[in-house]
Nanobody, 122 residues
Framework: VQLVESGGGLVQPGGSLRVSCAAS????????IGWFRQAPGKEREEISC????????YYVDSVKGRFTISRDNAKNTVHLQMDSLKPEDTAIYYC????????????????WGQGTQVTVSS
């Protein structure tokens, strides 16, 4: 499966962005999809994932209540809606697909997109 992220950009603190993960060569609904981010000088961290079976979601504490992950199966896309953005959300955002039902283990994600830059700054 090939993944392509889109929707990144520059936004002011408190603003919103939606990043999307589109797939080709396979349907995303058979995979758990995770969103990760990597800021300069920091390790890549998983911030959210959505199950391939029951739609259950996971969020890291730092984004809980501000970010929402969702599937659009008709468009074979997974979205990450990001609200109340903070400067510390600045990073490259990646989506990834896992054959497991759901996982927060970065090593269980076999397919990765190329990333999209999100910058939160005034």
């Amino acid at each position: 499966v090939q993944l392509v992220e889109s929707g990144g950009g520059l936004v002011q603190p408190g603003g919103s962005l939606r990043v999307s993960c589109a797939a080709s060569r396979s349907t995303l609904d058979r995979y758990a999809i995770g969103w990760f981010r990597q800021a300069p000088g920091k390790e890549r961290e998983e911030i959210s994932c959505i199950s391939s079976v029951d739609g259950k979601t996971y969020y890291v504490d730092s984004v809980k209540g501000r970010f929402t992950i969702s599937r659009d199966n008709a468009k074979n896309t997974v979205h990450l809606q990001m609200d109340s953005l903070k400067p510390e959300d600045t990073a490259i955002y990646y989506c990834a697909a896992s054959g497991l039902v759901v996982t927060t283990n970065v090593n269980k994600y076999a397919y990765w997109g190329q990333g999209t830059q999100v910058t939160v700054s005034s």
